[in-house]
C-alpha cells in the first residue's frame, strides 16, 4: 500500500468521535475567521466579476449561499464564488510548513455541498477537518521548490476541496483515490500574476474549491481518477516539485492535527510580511521611534519571501501593496498597523509610506530560510537618520499557534471585517458569531449565514 492509499484509508476512516474537543472547537474558530474574509470583500474588484458569472452560468434558485450577495445558487458555483471572495482583502488562515491557505479553499467547497446534501453543522465539521489534514500533508509533500512557481493553495487545493466534498459524500479508501486523482490532475495556479497586479489570486482559489467539489461529485457517480496522482511517475510531484516527500503524506495520522497548527492573519497582507511587520513594530515601540527617524530598514528573510514578495516593487493596487514588504512596513513605521482601512486609505498614496517602502531591502538570511516552513522568523535592521542602529528579532508572529488570537480577538477581527465592507450590522456579526460557535450543534446549514 502507497502513501496516497494510506492516507485514503485514513480519511475514509475518519469519524466525528475521533476528533478532540480542542479541533472541534478550532475548527469553528477557522470557519468564523474564513466567513470574516468572505464577507470582508463584499462590493471590492473582483468578485462581482464572479459573481455576475454565476448569475450568468448558474440557476437563480439553488440549495447553496452566495455569501457576498446572499443568493442561491448550484453548489459549484457557491463555491466558486465564496472562495474567490474569501481571498481577497488577505486576511485568511495559512499554515507554516505547508503555506497552504486551507480555509480559502476548504469551507467554500464543505459548505457548499453541506448545504446541497443536507447535512449538519457536525459533519460539515469533521469534512473540513478532513479536508485540512490531508491538504497540509499534501502540501508538505510538494515540498519548497513547488511553492516558487505554483501557488500551492490554488494547486494543492483544489486536492483539498475534494477531500472535504468526499467526507460529506462519505467515500470509502479507493473512492478517495479516485477523487484525489481527479482533482490533482485539475490542480493549477502560478504566480506570475504578481507581476501584473492581475486578478488571478482569487481566480485560483475560486477554480481550487470548485474543482475540488467537481471532483467529488463525479467520483461519487463512478468517475474514476489516477490511482497515483501525487506519485507517480507523472503525477503531480513529478511535475511540479524537485523536493518532494512522500512521508508527510502520513506523518502522524491520527495523532497529529495539522489543523490546529494553522496560523490566523494579523496584519492584511501577504503572509510572508508578518515576522518582519511585527519585529519592526515591536522595536519601533522599543526604541520610541518615529518614521521619520528611518533611513534604512534590512529585513532579513527566507527565500519564500523573496521569490513571492520580490516581484513588487513599486505597488499598481490595493492588493499588489499587500505584496510589498516595503509598503506593509511603511503602514507599520507610519501608522503602527497594517489593516485593511490602512491599505485601503494610504498604501498607495502616502508619500510618507512610500519613503520608507523605497529605505526597505530584503535580505536573505541563512537562520531564517533554515527554519522556514516551519517556522516563519522575523528579523529587522534599523538605521537611524542620526547612525544609530537597531535589531529585533520575532520568534512567533502575531496568529502563530504559539502567539495565536483568542476567541475574543477572533471576535474583534470578525466585526472589524464586516465594518469594513459594510457586510452586516454589529448586532448582525453578533448574531453570525453566536451561530458559528454553535456549529457543532447545527442541524440546519441554510440558515448559518
Not at 443536507?118 to 469533521?126: P, Q, T, V
Not at 510572508?272 to 520610541?288: F, K, N, S, V, Y
Request: hydrophobic share 45%; net charge negative; with cysteine.
Amino acid at each position: 500500500m502507497n502513501n496516497t492509499y494510506a492516507l485514503a484509508e485514513f480519511l475514509a476512516g475518519l469519524r466525528y468521535e475521533d476528533l478532540p474537543q480542542a479541533v472541534v472547537e478550532r475548527t469553528e474558530d477557522l470557519f468564523l475567521d474564513w466567513l470574516a474574509s468572505a464577507l470582508g470583500s463584499q462590493g471590492q474588484h473582483p468578485i462581482p466579476l464572479f459573481e455576475r458569472y454565476a448569475e450568468k452560468m448558474g440557476p437563480a434558485d439553488g440549495r447553496c449561499q452566495i455569501l457576498v450577495n446572499g443568493k442561491r445558487s448550484s453548489a459549484y458555483f457557491a463555491a466558486l464564488v465564496n472562495a474567490a471572495s474569501s481571498h481577497l482583502i488577505e486576511q485568511d488562515d495559512l499554515h507554516n510548513s505547508s503555506v497552504l491557505h486551507p480555509a480559502t479553499v476548504v469551507f467554500p467547497a464543505a459548505l457548499a455541498a453541506a448545504q446541497d446534501l443536507g447535512k449538519s453543522g457536525r459533519e460539515l465539521i469533521l469534512a473540513s477537518v478532513a479536508g485540512y489534514e490531508a491538504g497540509i500533508r499534501i502540501g508538505e509533500f510538494m515540498g519548497r521548490s513547488h511553492y516558487r512557481i505554483f501557488h500551492t493553495t490554488a494547486t494543492v487545493g483544489t486536492l483539498a476541496a475534494a477531500v472535504a466534498v468526499g467526507k460529506l459524500l462519505d467515500f470509502d479508501t479507493e473512492q478517495f483515490v479516485n477523487c484525489l486523482g481527479s482533482a490533482g490532475t485539475q490542480a493549477a495556479g502560478l504566480w506570475e500574476f504578481l507581476r501584473d497586479a492581475a486578478d488571478s489570486k482569487q481566480l485560483h482559489t475560486a477554480k481550487a474549491a470548485a474543482d475540488g467539489l467537481l471532483a467529488a461529485y463525479l467520483t461519487e457517480d463512478g468517475l474514476t481518477g489516477a490511482k497515483s496522482i501525487l506519485e507517480g511517475e507523472q503525477g503531480m510531484a513529478a511535475g511540479m516539485s524537485k523536493d518532494a516527500d512522500a512521508k508527510w503524506l502520513v506523518d502522524r495520522l491520527g495523532t497529529r492535527w495539522a489543523l490546529a497548527e494553522t496560523s490566523f492573519k494579523f496584519h492584511a497582507s501577504c503572509r510572508h510580511t508578518h515576522p518582519a511587520a511585527d519585529a519592526l513594530l515591536l522595536l519601533m515601540q522599543r526604541e520610541g521611534l518615529s518614521h521619520e527617524q528611518l533611513a534604512h530598514i534590512t529585513t532579513r528573510v527566507h527565500q519564500g519571501a523573496i521569490d513571492v514578495l520580490g516581484r513588487v516593487v513599486v505597488p499598481q493596487s490595493v492588493h499588489q501593496a499587500k505584496f510589498s514588504m516595503g509598503a506593509v512596513l511603511g503602514l507599520i513605521a507610519v501608522y503602527g498597523k497594517a489593516g485593511l482601512v490602512e491599505f485601503e486609505q494610504h498604501a498607495l498614496s502616502d508619500p510618507h509610506v512610500a519613503a520608507v517602502r523605497e529605505k526597505t531591502e530584503m535580505v536573505l538570511d541563512p537562520e531564517v530560510d533554515g527554519a522556514y516552513p516551519q517556522r516563519w522568523l522575523g528579523r529587522v535592521e534599523v538605521l537611524c537618520t542620526d547612525g544609530r542602529k537597531f535589531t529585533a528579532a520575532i520568534d512567533e508572529p502575531k496568529g502563530d499557534p504559539g502567539n495565536t488570537l483568542s476567541r475574543a480577538e477572533l471576535e474583534d477581527k470578525f466585526q472589524r471585517l464586516l465594518a469594513f465592507s459594510g457586510a452586516r450590522t454589529e448586532a448582525q456579526g453578533a448574531e453570525l458569531i453566536a451561530k458559528v460557535w454553535a456549529l457543532h450543534k447545527t442541524d440546519d446549514l441554510q440558515a448559518i449565514v
